[in-house]
């Protein structure tokens, strides 16, 4: 790891028990942020595996319907970057931040800043995996890994 002063992650459980699993092995305690959270699925149906990843795959294509969850994917990587932007500004410019978040809100949002296709990039993630980018102003996808 490059060195990290400051763990965020998404306040739901697994993301939490996974940020203290690296917390513990780095020294750093983890904050918690709620906006850091995936894309509003409650209550949504479950389907076999091919049917919701070809539904998230329509969600991510078309960011501003609401075609799977209680929120579009583009409010939530709206409000997934904007809390990346809060964590960044506490943190300090100076510091390696690690944000430890979902599948969805990462990829879209990573593909934003890139001004790229964020299918492939969804696609390519694993459980868990990591992405590293430059901040404020990535130029490409600096370190991608996958712990399977």
């Known amino acids: ?12 459980i697994k993301t939490v028990q996974t940020a203290e699993i690296v917390g513990e092995t780095i020294g750093l305690p983890v904050n918690a ?3 850091l959270r995936e894309h509003e699925r ?3 149906p479950i389907v076999d595996a091919e049917d919701w990843r070809s539904t998230v795959i329509e969600s991510i294509r078309n960011q501003n319907e609401h075609i799977y969850g209680s929120e579009a994917v583009g409010t ?4 997934f970057g904007a809390a990346v932007e809060r964590s960044m500004e506490t ?3 100076d510091q390696t931040v690690a944000v430890i978040a979902h599948g969805t809100v990462i990829s879209t ?5 890139l001004d790229t296709d964020p ?3 969804w696609e390519s993630l694993g459980l868990p995996g990591l992405i590293e980018i430059e901040w404020p102003r990535p130029s490409k996808i600096l370190t991608q890994l996958n712990f399977e």
């Not at 939530?76 to 409000?79: K, P």
């Not at 949002?109 to 800043?113: C, G, K, S, T």
């Open 109 to 113: 949002f990573v593909a934003e800043l």
């Open 1 to 12: 790891m490059r060195g990290i002063g400051a763990l965020h992650s998404s306040d739901e």
């Open 33 to 35: 942020v709620h906006d």
């Open 91 to 93: 943190s300090g410019a």
């Open 76 to 79: 939530a990587r709206m409000r």
């Open 119 to 121: 299918v492939p990039i």
């Open 42 to 44: 409650h209550g949504t």
